[in-house]
């Protein structure tokens, strides 16, 4: 286990892993994402936007995270990971299930090793905690 770490953003977990030797990408590794809320005031921007504008003129690219998983794929491709990727949701229990996936995978040999996210969202804020587990 290395880590934990917070940083205010998700792009630099990929700094911090180089800094530690750990190559995710391409290798297997998996991604287990844990939130409160994963977008879902955005999915309700989006949906609120459609039914004002109608679904033809709302642009969801305004509305990056309407997708629960969608910050764990970023997370992913950025990262290279090409292991599992599980996102939940959920208040400290989500951290909770998250890190039991990630231990079950690695006991299991599904995954060389495993990133545990906790992202924390706050209106126009996004902090990140995380967890190497190997």
């Not at 630099?12 to 590794?29: A, N, R």
């Not at 287990?32 to 609120?48: K, M, N, P």
């Not at 090793?113 to 126009?124: N, R």
Request: glycine residues 12%.
């Amino acid at each position: 286990m290395r880590g934990p770490g917070t940083i205010p953003n998700w792009q630099s977990i990929g700094d911090w892993l180089s800094d530690q030797g750990l190559e995710v990408g391409d290798s297997g590794w998996g991604l287990y994402v844990a939130t409160e809320r994963s977008g879902g005031e955005e999915a309700v921007d989006f949906w609120t936007d459609a039914h004002e504008r109608g679904l033809a003129f709302s642009n969801p690219r305004a509305f990056p995270t309407t997708i629960v998983n969608a910050l764990a794929g970023e997370i992913s491709r950025t990262l290279g990971i090409d292991g599992p990727n599980y996102t939940f949701v959920g208040l400290d229990s989500a951290l909770l299930e998250a890190s039991k996936q990630a231990r079950v995978d690695l006991d299991e040999a599904r995954v060389p090793g495993a990133l545990v996210v906790q992202i924390d969202e706050s209106p126009g804020q996004r902090h990140v905690k995380w967890v190497v587990l190997s």
